[in-house]
């Protein structure tokens, strides 16, 4: 038989454990975050160089000044409508890259809280009498703090939902001013 002292040892070990793990699995996730935003911003690059000059060459060809601002107008709408998609790129990389950290933490933190539960479980069955009352305080309070941190998880979902919600409405706002402006500036 085990003794307390080497349930709480074995214990603080794999709590040790668990914490290495899951900083290698935020790493991870981060540097998978972080690598498609590199990605992004290397397409986009390429992407707009290879439209500048497109639109340089085709800039250089017009005739005279209201072929040339034609032709540059003509270039805002579409430029404008690629930087409102990079930033909804940006926005997804980040939302996704985020709902993997949380989901690592919560399936962390689940493990955790039912190896604690089980040391205590155990504790208990070996523990002197009259100790009923201690092991109830720290089953409540265990029981207390997950309810807590769900009620934080969840405040925190609804806000990461909210602030994604109001970015998708102002670059939504932000692209019809900008079909807006660009025909009322084409018509003229």
């Known amino acids: 038989m085990t003794t307390l002292a080497d349930q709480f040892s074995a214990a603080t070990k794999a709590n040790f454990e668990a914490q290495i793990a899951l900083f290698n699995q935020f790493a991870s996730k981060t540097f998978e975050g972080v690598e498609k935003l590199v990605d992004l911003n290397l397409k986009a690059t390429k992407s707009s160089l290879e439209e500048t000059h497109d639109a340089v060459q085709k800039l250089l060809t017009a005739k005279d000044a209201q072929e040339f601002f034609s032709l540059s107008g003509a270039q805002a709408q579409p430029s404008v409508e690629k930087g409102i998609a990079y930033g909804r790129h940006v926005a997804g990389i980040f939302s996704s ?80 001013a900008t079909v807006k402006a660009t025909s009322r500036g084409s018509k003229k």
Do not use: C
Not at 110 to 132: F, L, Q, Y
Not at 140 to 168: C, D, H, P
């Open 97 to 176: 890259t985020q709902a993997e950290l949380t989901k690592t933490a919560e399936a962390q933190l689940a493990e955790v809280n039912r190896k604690v539960i089980s040391i205590i479980d155990e504790a208990s069955k070996n523990a002197p009498a009259g100790t009923e009352g201690a092991i109830s305080f720290v089953k409540t309070a265990i029981g207390n703090f997950n309810a807590g941190y769900e009620q934080l998880t969840k405040s925190a979902k609804q806000a990461a939902e909210a602030m994604e919600s109001n970015v998708t409405t102002a670059v939504d706002q932000l692209s019809q």
